[in-house]
T-cell receptor, first 114, second 113 residues
């Protein structure tokens, strides 16, 4: 079955620490990949997306993600987190790419300690 | 500002009551959907629509109805509210072939007592 897995459910980091959140999907065809961020009490906002080309994509607020096709992964990274990055992060996969079908991961809650 | 507008932001219902959550978008998106968000379960698709007059069930449709009479509006109806429907509800829309990601509304926090 098609699925999206986020293995880290809760992550606690100190400011300036590096961040990597895992996202894996199960689907053999072409996909579009997304990371969304949800700040406390707010709606989901698009952080970055991958359609094709360079597998390393850069998003807003210093976030980046790398698509590794052989590993069916799209991990989110940030070299140095800030307190304001405290939020919940969702990975989403559009599969097959270009359709209306999206599957969301269960989310990772990130808490950054000042 | 263009986007997805949801009303109300908060609602408390008694068990058995009915209500409609409103969703409107002004981006001329064909695709609209309703999700519920529960702790530890991520986003689960309730119903979706690929255009006016066309709706279909998602992952967790029981207890909810939708209709799509116009491109802009996609209301979600709770027929007889139950405590299990306590959740945060998000409406989302997207355009074209659907590969560009969703635009989400600000959500409705619903409590059923």
């Amino acid at each position: 079955a098609q699925s999206v897995s986020q293995h880290n459910h809760h992550v606690i980091l100190s400011e300036a620490a590096s961040l990597e959140l895992g996202c894996n999907y199960s689907y053999g065809g072409t996909v579009n990949l997304f990371w969304y961020v949800q700040y406390p009490g707010q709606h989901l906002q698009l952080l970055l997306k991958y359609f094709s080309g360079d597998p390393l994509v850069k998003g807003i607020k210093g976030f980046e993600a790398e698509f590794i096709k052989s590993k069916f992964s799209f991990n989110l990274r940030k070299p140095s987190v800030q307190w304001s990055d405290t939020a919940e992060y969702f990975c989403a996969v559009n599969l097959p790419s270009g359709t209306y079908k999206y599957i969301f991961g269960t989310g990772t809650r990130l808490k950054v300690l000042a | 500002n263009a986007g997805v507008t949801q009303t109300p932001k908060f609602q408390v219902l008694k068990t058995g009551q009915s209500m409609t959550l409103q969703c409107a978008q002004d981006m001329n998106h064909e695709y609209m959907s309703w999700y519920r968000q529960d702790p530890g379960m991520g986003l689960r698709l309730i119903h979706y629509s690929v255009g006016a007059g066309i709706t279909d069930q998602g992952e967790v449709p029981n207890g909810y109805n939708v209709s799509r009479s116009t491109t802009e509006d996609f209301p979600l109806r709770l027929l007889s509210a139950a405590p299990s429907q306590t959740s945060v509800y998000f409406c989302a829309s997207t355009s074209g072939t659907g590969g560009h990601g969703y635009t989400f509304g600000s959500g409705t926090r619903l409590t059923v007592v």
